[in-house]
């Protein structure tokens, strides 16, 4: 049986829907045209070259969601994605509410929603998490004090104030390029620091190698993020004081705790990328989602041309 050869379009809707198909979750045109590797796609293309597919069985549509699932899953999977849009849809003005009081802790110049969240859907266990942007130089402090925060007064839930990654102002741009990283990128959700917002989308304009058709999100209505006078008073005492030092002091206490705690169970490599600590970075992902999801890709890029008798030229 010879491959099947499919344009480049045609592959790119593929892979954006194997990608999606690792949550279990079905995608709509537009949402296929914004996560197309192909240069220049628009919806009508999507639009038009979708029933090519179905036609070969390659995808399965369900109201107005596609998919590599046939029937009852993707009718499920569809069910369940609804389910998840609307959760999302409720607790968004919270979210919203939870990161102005974020911009509020001292040094933090910028607060964006990331997870699933920012993809406008949220499991009913699912928890909002957040994305900051620190003063430089205050990276550390700036964690400890929201960790601190969630301990004391959140009994350390992670449900509605879960913050695992940090950067500052001097460092934007994310230095893991790869399509997990480009797709967590251009989906997440700015809620704080309208200034700060367009120049993070324009240092990580190489998202562009992964999505070209991606674009910013909204951002012109946010908050400045210029602070209210007890946060500017709290910045003007630390940094006339120690906040240096403690930056430090927290910077390595943390990373004491988190070798101590995770380090045996996780291969240096693997350690480094999922607890990733500069001056100027901080990331939390003990479960190493974006190592298992690389390599659950590849592995359904495998599957799915040995399947359908084709090739997607492509390896993540």
Known sequence: MQPITLSPLHQAIIKALLYADIFNHPLTANEIAEFSS???????????????????????????????????????????????????????????????????FPFVRGVLLSGS???????????IDYF????PNRLWLTRTLLVGFKKLFLFNSHKYFCVNYFIDTNHLQIEEQNLFSATELITLLPTYGQLLYPKFWQANNWVKQYYPNSAPRPYT??????????????????????????????????????????????????????????????KHHPNQFQKKVLEKLNEKIANYEVVHQLSLNSTI
Not at 45 to 52: I, M, N
Not at 226 to 255: F, H, P
């Open 221 to 282: 209505h946010l908050p400045i993020g210029k602070g209210n006078w007890l946060k500017n008073g709290m910045e003007w005492v630390l940094n006339k004081t120690i906040a240096s030092r403690i930056d430090k002091w927290c910077m390595q206490k943390t990373i004491k705790h988190w070798v101590k705690n995770y380090s045996a169970q996780i291969e240096a490599d693997d350690f480094k990328i999922a607890f990733k600590s500069t001056p100027y970075t901080s």
């Open 117 to 127: 969240l920012s993809k406008n859907r949220l499991a009913a266990d699912g928890d």
């Open 38 to 104: 192909h240069p220049q796609t628009n919806i009508q293309q999507v639009e038009a070259a979708l029933p090519h597919l179905l036609a070969k069985g390659l995808i399965f549509a369900c109201k107005n969601f596609y998919g590599l699932k046939a029937y009852p899953d993707i009718e499920k999977m569809v069910a369940d994605r609804l389910i998840g849009n609307q959760r999302a849809e409720k607790i968004l003005p919270l979210a919203f509410r939870i990161s102005k009081f974020i911009g509020s």
């Open 132 to 135: 900051i942007i620190a003063q």
